[in-house]
Antibody, heavy 122, light 106 residues
Framework: QMLLQESGPGLVRSSETLSLTCSVTGGSISTSKYFWGWVRQTPGKGLEWIGSIYHSGGPEYNPSLKSRVTILVDASKNHFSLTLTSVTAADTAVYYC???????????????WGLGTLVSVS | DIQMTQSPSSLSASVGDRVTITCRASQDIGNYLNWYQKKPGKAPNLIIYDTSILQTGVPSRFSGSGYGTDFTFTIRGLEAEDIATYYCQQDYDSVTFGGGTKVEIK
C-alpha cells in the first residue's frame, strides 16, 4: 500500500524559501499510473492547488504561484519536492502532498494524500 | 483559468436529510469534476471522481451528477460522520478547487 509523507521545516522566515519533500513508500514514483502534486490550505480558507508533476515530464503550476514555485521529482530517492521562494505570512498553511490518477497523461483526481505539514512564516 | 463556484458556502441539515451541493465551472469541463470531503485536522478524502464515480470504500449515500458547467453532489440520508467541508475540483484544464461547502448538523 502506497503512503505519502511530507517533511520539512515547520517555520520559515519571511522573504526566505520554503522547501518540503514528499517521500513515497510502498510503490515507485516512476510508475506511469500517477502524477504527484502539492495542495495547501491556509488558516480558515479552502484548498489551493500549488502544482503537479509526472515522473518524467514537466510540472504544471498554479498561475498565481508559478513565479515562485518549483516542483521536482527525484526518482533515485523515490520522493518529490516543493520549493516556494520569497514567502510571506500569506504562505502560512498546511501543505499536503498527494497522488493524482493519470488520465490521458494528465493529472486527474487526487486519490491519496499525505497527512499534511503546517508551515508557518514568521 | 477555470473558476469553480460552489454553493452554498455552508448549510445546516438534520440527520437523515438529503443534502445537495452545487458546483459551477466558468467554462465547459465535460465530466472532469471530482468531489472531496475535508474534516478539520485530516487530509482531504476523495469521494467522487469523473462527476459520478464513487471512490472505493465510499458509502453509497454519496452521489454526483452533471456535465459541462453544472454539477451536483448529494448525500442521501445525512449521517453525523458526514459533518465536514466538501470541495469540488476540476482537472479539465490544470487543477482548480471550488471554495468549499461546510456541512453542519442542525
Amino acid at each position: 500500500q502506497m503512503l505519502l509523507q511530507e517533511s520539512g521545516p515547520g517555520l520559515v522566515r519571511s522573504s526566505e524559501t520554503l522547501s518540503l519533500t514528499c517521500s513515497v513508500t510502498g510503490g515507485s514514483i516512476s510508475t506511469s499510473k500517477y502524477f504527484w502534486g502539492w495542495v495547501r490550505q491556509t488558516p480558515g480558507k479552502g484548498l489551493e492547488w500549488i502544482g503537479s508533476i509526472y515522473h518524467s515530464g514537466g510540472p504544471e503550476y498554479n498561475p498565481s504561484l508559478k513565479s515562485r514555485v518549483t516542483i521536482l521529482v527525484d526518482a533515485s530517492k523515490n520522493h518529490f519536492s516543493l520549493t516556494l521562494t520569497s514567502v510571506t505570512a500569506a504562505d502560512t498553511a498546511v501543505y499536503y502532498c498527494a497522488r493524482h490518477f493519470s488520465r490521458q497523461k494528465r493529472p486527474s483526481a487526487l486519490d491519496l494524500w499525505g497527512l499534511g505539514t503546517l508551515v508557518s512564516v514568521s | 483559468d477555470i473558476q469553480m463556484t460552489q454553493s452554498p458556502s455552508s448549510l445546516s441539515a438534520s440527520v437523515g436529510d438529503r443534502v445537495t451541493i452545487t458546483c459551477r465551472a466558468s467554462q465547459d469541463i465535460g465530466n472532469y469534476l471530482n468531489w472531496y470531503q475535508k474534516k478539520p485536522g485530516k487530509a482531504p478524502n476523495l469521494i467522487i471522481y469523473d462527476t459520478s464515480i464513487l471512490q472505493t470504500g465510499v458509502p453509497s449515500r454519496f452521489s454526483g451528477s452533471g456535465y459541462g458547467t453544472d454539477f451536483t453532489f448529494t448525500i442521501r440520508g445525512l449521517e453525523a460522520e458526514d459533518i465536514a467541508t466538501y470541495y469540488c475540483q476540476q482537472d479539465y484544464d490544470s487543477v482548480t478547487f471550488g471554495g468549499g461547502t461546510k456541512v453542519e448538523i442542525k
